[in-house]
């Protein structure tokens, strides 16, 4: 809640402060991402050392959910880009 009031106070500030908060969505967006593909990597290994018989299962649905992470990353990205460089 007091990063997206910071966020509102900064764009109404000038160009500058409302491109940094741009940029800042965007890394926060990115960097989320690579905590969360890290943490799945981490429990998928896990899990398949615990159970190796149920790899094949594990490997698969880390993968799914990986790529569901990349492409909510990417879209965060892109809608954070069209902010800095609408459309006309």
């Known amino acids: ?9 900064a764009a109404g500030l000038g160009a500058g402060f409302g ?7 965007a890394a926060i ?11 799945i990597g981490q429990s998928a290994m896990e899990s398949i050392a615990r159970q190796p018989e149920a790899a094949g299962d594990i490997r698969s649905s880390m993968i ?13 990205v892109i809608v954070c880009l069209l902010a800095l ?3 006309k």
């Not at 491109?19 to 969505?25: C, Q």
């Not at 960097?31 to 593909?37: K, N, R």
């Not at 799914?64 to 965060?76: D, K, N, P, T």
């Open 29 to 39: 967006a990115v960097i989320g991402a690579a905590m969360g593909l890290g943490r």
């Open 85 to 87: 460089y609408p459309p």
């Open 64 to 76: 799914l959910i990986g790529a569901f992470m990349e492409g909510v990353s990417l879209l965060a």
């Open 19 to 25: 491109n940094a908060g741009i940029a800042l969505g």
């Open 1 to 9: 809640m007091m990063l997206a009031t910071f966020l509102q106070a």
